[in-house]
């Protein structure tokens, strides 16, 4: 058996057998016969529609794609994707992906989620994912509210947020998932928006393309229960002023042209916005999302507010790390040709008892 190759960085999916040459799904290949069962007007549709109109661009078979899911109203969506999926256990997504990511080198696995569902119950889980680097693509409906318990506040709602578990507002800090999945060094970690679908999928195809976790929070309207949470960096007219559109390479900006502000790093290590004209062009800090310290793109992400007056959007970091099925893999193709068919009984029992052993009775 042939040692896994830990150092050469790959595509997300280069083990997946691919399409033959000429042969071509569309969007309608990767839409199930299952009717989409949510609020008129969730985001959600647009999410699931911007998904499938992206598979077909990787070129993989359907058969060679799995979506995971946990509780919640994002959880339905493996039912609406002709792939395979599974409908799975609340905030364990992450667990049962890692087991079929390790197990299934051959596959594409997606795991979809929801604030609740990812941040609270599936806490730990979802970190643990991110730390150990697994080909996973994690897509995390924030809507800031628990849509399918009709209306609770959740672990992203904001301060202050008066909800039917919450009568006098919620007194919780929220998290920042993106902070979050930095915090704990995840290699790709973006956000997007449901009703940007030319963004959203640029994103995406982004995230499958990278091989380790995919995080991507995607910001979705409930409008049931938390309707227009963001209205400020989705409507156009405020989206100008409000919106920070990472692009690597580039200067950190937020603001129309002719009214811009720019992200200037101060001699503390302090950053802040201030009018590009007042700014001192060797203080102004360029995204890097190739950078291996993810300090620069978490202070980044925590210049947000309640008041969404600064919303960075984009790619906050895409690193290359070797990720853990690929080394649970290796582990085993180690193991295996250490035995080879020709190996006798006291190797077999070299491996599996090592050199920490106890005789009871």
């Known amino acids: 058996m042939t040692a896994v190759d830990l150092e050469t960085p790959r595509l997300g999916y280069a083990d997946v057998p691919r399409l033959a040459d000429g042969e071509k799904l569309t969007r309608k290949d990767f839409t199930s016969d299952m009717e989409a069962r949510w609020c ?8 699931l529609s911007t998904v499938q109109g992206m598979l077909p661009d990787l070129g993989l078979k359907r058969e060679n794609v799995v979506f995971v899911s946990g509780i919640g109203c994002s959880s339905r969506f493996p039912y609406y994707v002709e792939t395979y999926g599974m409908h799975s256990i609340h905030g364990r997504a992450p667990a049962i992906a890692t087991g079929i990511a390790t197990t299934r080198s051959d596959l594409s696995v997606w795991v979809v989620t929801g604030d609740g569902d990812a941040l609270s119950i599936g806490g730990n889980h979802l970190i643990h994912a991110l730390r150990r680097n697994v080909n996973l693509k994690i897509l995390l409906f924030n809507n800031r509210i ?12 904001e301060q202050g947020k008066i909800t039917k578990s919450s009568p006098m507002g919620s007194v919780d800090h929220p998290f920042n998932p993106v902070s979050l999945a930095l915090g704990a060094d995840a290699t790709f970690v973006a956000r997007s928006t449901d009703t940007d679908r030319a963004h959203l999928s640029s994103i995406l195809k982004a995230a499958a393309d990278h091989r380790g976790t995919a995080f991507v929070e995607i ?3 409930c409008l049931i229960f938390n309707d227009g949470a963001f209205v400020a960096v989705k409507d156009r007219e405020q989206q100008q002023e409000r919106a920070v559109w990472l692009t690597d390479g580039q200067p950190v900006a937020v603001g129309p042209e002719g009214n811009r502000r720019v992200l200037v790093r101060d001699a503390a290590g302090h950053v802040a916005y201030v009018p590009e004209a007042e700014a001192d062009p060797t203080r102004v800090v360029v995204h890097d999302e190739h950078a291996e310290d993810p300090g620069q793109a978490f202070a980044i992400s925590r210049l947000d507010d309640a008041e969404m007056s600064t919303v960075p959007l984009g790619i906050f970091r895409n ?3 070797p990720t853990y099925d ?15 068919h020709e190996a006798g009984s006291d190797d077999l029992r070299k491996v599996l008892l090592g050199n920490d052993t106890w005789t009871v009775g």
Not at 40 to 47: E, F, N, R, T, V
Not at 146 to 157: A, D, E, M, N, R
């Open 219 to 221: 910001y979705q309207n």
């Open 326 to 340: 690929d080394g649970v893999r290796a582990q085993i193709a180690t193991a295996t040709g250490r035995l080879g």
């Open 146 to 157: 628990y849509g399918l318990t009709k209306g609770q506040y959740s672990p992203t709602s």
């Open 40 to 47: 008129p007007g969730c985001g959600d549709y647009a999410i």
């Open 319 to 321: 690193v290359s790390r």
